[in-house]
């Protein structure tokens, strides 16, 4: 299965971007799906998680900032981002959980819950 992320861009700080997460190819029943990113000279970190339930989890830095939502039908994750920051530059990679139990929640921030990775979208926040 492989992922494709979308709807990266440059954006000035203040500003809102919305990503697109979706399968290519095979399609997969999903547990639960995951957006990271990765800046320069940084690890690859959790910004934010959606559970089949429908539960949520997000890292401090951006919460009420950003939400994440997805089309269970289409296996699709939707990553909104508002009120951008310089320090939200990064790539950013959807990741997807397969299988056919949930994720405890507190596992959804570790890379290790998720199958299946995106190729990455850049996204640039500029001052």
């Known amino acids: 299965v492989q992922l494709q992320a979308f709807g990266g861009g440059l954006v000035q700080a203040g500003g809102s971007l919305k990503l697109s997460c979706a399968p290519s190819g095979r399609t997969f029943s999903s547990t639960a799906m995951g957006w990271f990113r990765q800046a320069p000279g940084k690890e690859r970190e959790f910004v934010a998680a959606i559970r089949a339930s429908g539960h949520t989890a997000y890292v401090d830095s951006v919460k009420g900032r950003f939400t994440i939502s997805r089309n269970s039908a289409k296996n699709t994750v939707f990553l909104q981002m508002n009120s951008l920051k310089p320090g939200d530059t990064a790539v950013y990679y959807c990741?997807?959980?397969?299988?056919?139990?949930?994720?405890?929640?507190?596992?959804?921030?570790?890379?290790?819950?998720?199958?299946?990775w995106g190729q990455g979208t850049q996204v640039t926040v500029s001052s």
């Open positions: 990741a997807g959980r397969s299988g056919s139990t949930y994720p405890i929640l507190s596992t959804l921030s570790q890379r290790e819950t998720y199958d299946y």
